[in-house]
C-alpha cells in the first residue's frame, strides 16, 4: 500500500515537472517567437533628418544632417550603410544621390540646380534590411549675395584702406611724412652709377611671377626708376623675362621711361626681352646673360623660387653689384647671402614710394606702418585674452 | 584720356575681383570665371608676341653675326625644330615632341635644378664665416640646426634636436611671421594703390 502510495506519488511528482518543463519550453518559444518577430520589423530609420541650403555659396550645394539609427552606434552595430535618395517631388521616385558609411551623420549635395526643389529620405541599410527616414523638404539651394564667414576678413580690410586713404588725405594737405632710410633702395643710384662707370649694362630681372603677383607689380615700379636712369646716363638695360604679359609691360615701361628721360632715341627694343616660360630655362639663360654680357649692376626683384640662389650666385661670380628683393620667405636667405642689398618683403612694396617720394605714395607707405602696429596691438590682445582663457576675439579672427 | 580709359578698367576690374572674394553669388561667380578665360587669351596673345620677339631679337643677332652668335643658331634651331614637331605631330605621349621633352628638356631641367647642391655650398661658404658678432650667431645657429637634424646630433648630445625644435618653432618662426605680416600688408597696400590710382608704376611713360 505504501509502495502504492509511494508510487502514485512519484507519478504525481513526474507530473509536476512534466508541466514545468512544459512551461518553460512554451515560454522559450513565445520569447523565441517574439525575437523573430522585432527581426522581421527591420532597422531603426536615421532621425531628426534636417535638409538645409548651405550658406555662403553660389547655390550649388544642399546640407543634410540626421541623427544615426539606433542599429548604429555602440549598443547595435547593424547598419552598414545610409543611401541618400532625392526627389524632385515628394511623393517621388527616389533616386540614389551617394551612400555614405555606417557612423556618418551628414552629407551635401553638390550635383543641385538652384532653380528645383529637392525632397529627401535617409535610408539605413544592412545590406539585406533597410529603414528610410521620413521625406524631407522642398529645400532649393540659394545663391548668396554675402560670404557671412569672411566678415572677419572684410572688416579688417576696410580698416587698413581707411587707415591708408587717411594718410593719402593729410599728404594732400602738404603734410611732411617720414620714412625710415632703406640701404638697398638707397644703393639702386649707386648700383645703376657704378654700372655707368664701369661702362658694362644693368640687368634687370622681374623674376618668375606674373602681373597678378603684386610683387611683380613692385618689382615693374622699380623698373621704371631703374630703366629712367639708365637712360639719362646712357648705360644699356638688359630685361630678360619670364612671363609674356610681364613681357609686354615691361617692354611699355622701359620705353615710357627713355621717352620721359628725353631720350626715345636711345631705347633699343632688344634690351627687353623674352626668355622662356620653364623656370630652370629661365635661370640657364639669365646665367648665360650675366656671363657672357657681364653687368655691372644686377637687380634681383620680384618673385623668386628655386632659381634666386643659382641667379645671385652666378652674378656673384661676375663681380656685380646686386641688389635684391623678394617678399618669398624661402628665397630671402639665399638673396641676403649672396647680394649686397636686400629688400625684405615690405621694403619692395615700399620701393616705388621711397624711390619716387610721391606725397601720395609715401603717404600709403605710411599707412601701411599704421596697419602694422594694429596687426601688433591684435597680438598682444590675443595673447593677453587667450592668456586669461578668453578665446572669442582669435575664433573670430580664424579664417574660414 | 591715355591714362583715364586705362585707370578705369583697372579700378573696374580690381573691385570686381575683390568683390568675388565676398561674394559668392552665381552671377558674380561665373562673371569671374569669363574675365579668368580673358585673362587666358591675352596671355596666349602675349605669349605669340614673345615668341615673335625671341625668334626677331635672336635672328638678327645671328645675321649681324655679334659675339657669341653660335649659341643663338643652337636657340634658333631648338625653337623652331620644337615648334614644328609640337604643331605638326602634338604633345601626347609618343610624339617627337615629348621625346624632345622627355630626352632633352627634362635632363636640362635637373642639370640645372642639381647646380643648386653647389651653390649651396658655395653661399653656406660665405655665409658661415664669423666676422662680426651676427655672422658668429647665425653660425651657431645654422650649426645646431644642421646638427639637429641628422642622427649624428643626437648621439654627440640627446638635447641638439630639442634646441634645434625650438630655434625653428620660437625665433625662426617669430620673425618669419613678423615678415610675412609686414609682406601681406605691402600686398595689401600696393593694390589699394593700384585701385584708386596712386601706384602708376606699371603704365609706360609719365603715370
Redesign the interface.
Known sequence: MLRVTQGESEVTVGRERLRAVSIVVCLAVVAGAGSAKTQEAGLAPPRSVRAEDQP?????ALSLTWQLSLDDGERAQLVTVYRILRATDAAGPFEEVRSVGAGTDRFMDTDVS?TLRYFYIVQATDGIRSADSEVVGPVTPA?????TG?VN??IP?AL??II??YF?WKATRGIDLFIRRIAGLNAVDEAIGRATEMGRPILFVPGIG??SY??T??S?????RVARRAAEYDTALVMP?YD??V???AQ??????Y??AGRPDAFNP?SV???T?????F??GVD?IMQ?ERPGAIFLLGYFM??S??L??TGYSTGAIQIAGT?E?AQ???F???CDYTL???E???A?AYLSREP??VA??K??DS??LL?MILIIMGVVLETLGITNLTTWLTVR | MRKTVPLTIVFASGIFMLAV???????V?DTSQVLLEWDLV??TC??F???L??FI?NA?KVRRKE??WG?KVVLLVAFLTTLVTGLAWGVRAGTPFMFIYESM?RP??AT??A??AF??S???Y??FRARTREAALLLAAGLIVMLGRIPIGDMIWHRIPVITDWIMSYPNMAA?RG?????S??????????L?G??R???????
Open positions: 555662403n555659396d553660389d547655390g550649388s538652384d545663391s548668396n549675395w554675402f560670404h569672411r576678413i572684410l580690410i587698413f584702406s591708408l586713404f593719402v606674373d602681373m603684386p610683387q607689380i613692385a615693374v615700379s622699380i623698373l621704371r623675362n609674356p604679359i613681357f609686354t609691360v611699355e615701361v622701359v620705353q615710357g621711361s621717352v620721359d632688344e626681352r623674352f626668355l616660360s620653364d623656370q630652370f630655362g635661370a640657364a648665360g657672357r628655386a632659381e640662389l643659382i645671385a650666385e617678399a620667405l630671402l636667405p639665399f641676403v647671402t649672396a625684405i618683403g615690405e619692395l612694396y615700399a616705388s601720395m605714395l600709403s607707405t599707412g601701411q596697419g602694422k596687426i | 572674394f565676398f561674394v559668392p553669388h552665381r552671377r561667380q591675352v596671355w602675349a605669349l608676341l614673345s615668341g620677339n625671341l631679337v638678327k659675339r657669341d649659341y628638356m636640362l631641367q640645372m635644378f647646380l643648386l651653390f649651396i658655395s653661399a653656406a660665405r655665409a618669419q615678415i610675412l605680416m609686414g609682406a600688408l605691402g600686398a595689401i597696400a600696393t593694390a589699394l594703390r593700384m584708386v596712386v601706384e608704376g606699371y603704365f609706360g611713360g609719365e603715370g
